[in-house]
C-alpha cells in the first residue's frame, strides 16, 4: 500500500524536562518533554504547545477545549473522558495512547499520526483531517460523522458499530478495517470511492436488500 507523505514533529534537542510532577503551564509551553505528569482534570483550555513531548501523561477529564498543538508527540499517555473540543493537532504523533470517550469533535489533525491507541466511544464529529493516518487503533463505538477528510489512511483500524453518518471516504482504502456494525446513510454513499474488501461489499449489499450467492 503506498502511504501518503506526513510530516513528523520537529522536536527541541535540549528540551526542558520535567518528572513525575505536573507543573502549572503558562498560556504558551514550548520546547520541553514531560514523563509521568498527571495534568487529570486541569484547565488547558485554549492553551499553546509548540516543540513539546509527553510521555505517560495523565489528561483524563481535563479541559483542553481550543488548545493548539504544534510538533508534539504523546507517548503512552491517557486522555479518558478528556475535553478535546476544537483542539487543534499539527505535526503530531500518538502512540500507545488512549482516549475512551474523548470529545474531540470539530478538531483539527494535519501531518498527525495516532499508531496503536485506543479512542473507543471517542466523538471525532464534524473534526476535520489533513494528511494523518490512524494505524491499528480501536475506534469501536466512536463517532466519525460529518467529517472533513482531505487525506486519510486507515490501516487495521477496527471501526465496529463506529457513526460515519455524512462523512465521505472517497479514496481511502478501508479493506483492511473492522466495518461490523458501522452507521451509515439509507443510500451507504459515504463509502462512494471508497475502497472496501469483497466480504465488506457483500454485508453492505445485503444492508441495500440485495441478496448476495
Same mark, same amino acid.
Given at each position: 500500500m503506498d502511504t501518503m507523505k506526513i510530516l513528523s514533529p520537529e522536536?527541541?534537542?535540549?528540551?526542558?524536562?520535567?518528572?513525575?510532577?505536573?507543573?502549572?503551564?503558562?498560556? *504558551?509551553?514550548? +520546547?520541553?518533554?514531560?514523563? #509521568?505528569? !498527571? =495534568? #487529570?482534570?486541569r484547565d488547558l483550555a485554549g492553551n499553546e504547545f509548540a516543540g513539546v513531548k =509527553?510521555?505517560?501523561?495523565? =489528561?483524563? $477529564?481535563? !479541559? /483542553?477545549?481550543?488548545?493548539?498543538?504544534?510538533?508534539?508527540?504523546?507517548? +503512552?499517555? !491517557?486522555? #479518558?473522558? &478528556? /475535553?478535546?473540543?476544537?483542539? $487543534?493537532?499539527?505535526?503530531?504523533?500518538?502512540?500507545? $495512547?488512549?482516549?475512551?470517550?474523548?470529545?474531540c469533535s470539530e478538531g483539527y489533525f494535519a501531518d498527525a499520526r495516532i499508531e496503536q491507541c485506543n479512542f473507543s466511544y471517542a466523538n471525532f464529529s464534524e473534526a476535520k483531517f489533513r494528511a494523518a493516518r490512524f494505524l491499528e487503533c480501536?475506534? &469501536?463505538?466512536?463517532?466519525? #460523522? +460529518?467529517?472533513?477528510?482531505?487525506?486519510?489512511?486507515?490501516?487495521?483500524? *477496527?471501526? &465496529? *458499530?463506529?457513526?460515519?453518518?455524512?462523512?465521505?471516504?472517497?479514496?481511502? !482504502?478501508?479493506?483492511d478495517c473492522d466495518l461490523a456494525g458501522v452507521t451509515l446513510s439509507q443510500d451507504l454513499h459515504e463509502l462512494r470511492g471508497a475502497t472496501v474488501s469483497a466480504l465488506h461489499a457483500a454485508a453492505f449489499l445485503r444492508a441495500l436488500g440485495i441478496h448476495v450467492k
Open positions: 522536536l527541541p534537542q535540549q528540551p526542558a524536562e520535567y518528572r513525575n510532577t505536573a507543573p502549572a503551564l503558562e498560556e *504558551r509551553t514550548e +520546547n520541553a518533554a514531560f514523563y #509521568s505528569c !498527571d =495534568f #487529570s482534570r =509527553f510521555v505517560g501523561c495523565k =489528561f483524563v $477529564s481535563a !479541559d /483542553l477545549r481550543r488548545a493548539d498543538f504544534c510538533d508534539t508527540v504523546f507517548e +503512552n499517555c !491517557d486522555f #479518558s473522558g &478528556a /475535553l478535546l473540543r476544537g483542539a $487543534s493537532f499539527r505535526r503530531a504523533i500518538f502512540c500507545g $495512547s488512549k482516549g475512551m470517550g474523548a470529545d480501536d475506534l &469501536a463505538d466512536a463517532s466519525l #460523522s +460529518n467529517c472533513a477528510l482531505k487525506g486519510l489512511e486507515l490501516q487495521k483500524v *477496527r471501526l &465496529a *458499530r463506529a457513526e460515519l453518518y455524512g462523512t465521505l471516504f472517497r479514496g481511502v !482504502d478501508l479493506t
